[in-house]
């Protein structure tokens, strides 16, 4: 058989048999609709094209096994294995298998910050490091599992009452034996809506189901006629010019099954506008205990009439040693 007429064969009748010790060069561009072809541009180099009922192009192994499948009429690659990377990957087109990560929504080659706070049910993509599994997580489990390694005495952010407009009380829940020793809450700039009004902490030990407001269930300098811990002992004004208390409050060790302490550090406005000073200099005077050996698991702040008319308070949470 000669070479023309082997040329002869193929062109013109097709081929079937073996090629060997040699190579094939197209010199032409495949065309849509090709069942099955193989080209050549400058350009683009190596082109292969099909057409079938499920895949355009299928890669096999030696076991006919799929390893490499673009589906019919798309521009989407599936892989049965692994897929090693030795370099960077970029371009967001890439969607592992269970659809669990996508480059496009990582935007992993860059790209800006998100341009917006994160939030709790946001979430983020962890390799669990034993199997090389990628899981995703929220960031309230991020939160959850930093609070745990946090060494003791740490002070740790808990909750917010954001910005306050109005409110009748501000209640906080999120008390943890098991990571806290102690909390504080800042105040800032917290204002009743009622001129000349006191500003309480009001203790639950149920959490949050009641509080604690009974007249004689607290102690201040040598007084039992309180209702609530002491935030300032005389009352804050609410004038466009009175700002209310700003400062801490420090709640001590409400978990001991003991009278809770608690005694707060600030400034307030008074209702003629005078800042007057609490816990500073002379903290017996605004010092505070619940008379119940309880384990205090909630407080609630308001004033004695009226609502919080503006200000925020924040609770932090001193991480204990185990």
Do not use: C, W
């Amino acid at each position: 058989m000669t070479k023309a007429r082997d040329t002869a064969n193929i062109v013109g009748g097709g081929f079937s048999g073996t090629i060997a010790g040699a190579t094939m060069e197209p010199t032409g561009d495949t065309a849509a609709g090709d069942n099955a072809a193989m080209g050549f541009t400058a350009a683009e180099g190596l082109i292969l094209t099909g057409q079938g009922s499920t895949n355009d192009v299928t890669i096999k192994n030696d076991a006919d096994a799929d390893v490499i499948e673009i589906p019919t009429g798309t521009v989407n690659v599936t892989m049965a294995g692994t897929l090693g990377v030795t370099g960077v990957i970029t371009g967001g087109g890439l969607v592992v298998p269970d659809g669990s990560i996508n480059l496009a929504d990582l935007d992993i080659d860059g790209g800006t910050d998100i341009g917006a706070a994160l939030v709790d049910a946001d979430l983020m993509v962890v390799d669990d490091g034993a199997g090389g599994t990628n899981r995703k997580a929220t960031m309230t489990r991020l939160s959850t599992y930093i609070a745990t390694k946090i060494t003791g005495g740490s002070k740790v952010f808990i909750a917010s009452s954001g910005v306050l407009s109005n409110a009748a009380t501000v209640s906080f829940t999120q008390f943890n034996a098991t990571k806290f020793d102690h909390y504080e809450f800042m105040f800032q700039h917290v204002k009743p809506a009622t001129d000349n009004q006191l500003l309480k902490g009001h203790a639950s030990i149920d959490s949050g189901q009641n509080y604690d407001d009974t007249n004689g269930n607290y102690h201040h300098n040598g007084a039992t006629d309180i209702t609530g811990f002491v935030i300032h002992f005389v009352g804050s004004g609410n004038a466009s010019a009175e700002y209310g208390f700003s400062g801490t409050l420090h709640l001590l060790a409400p978990h001991n099954q003991s009278f809770t302490y608690a005694y707060p550090i600030g400034v307030m406005m008074q209702t003629n506008g005078h800042i007057q000073a609490s816990g500073i200099g002379d903290v017996s005077r605004v010092a505070t205990a619940h008379l119940s050996a309880n384990d205090v698991d909630a407080i609630q702040f308001k004033f004695g009439s009226g609502n919080i008319t503006s200000g925020e308070i924040v609770m932090y949470g001193i991480a204990n040693g185990s």
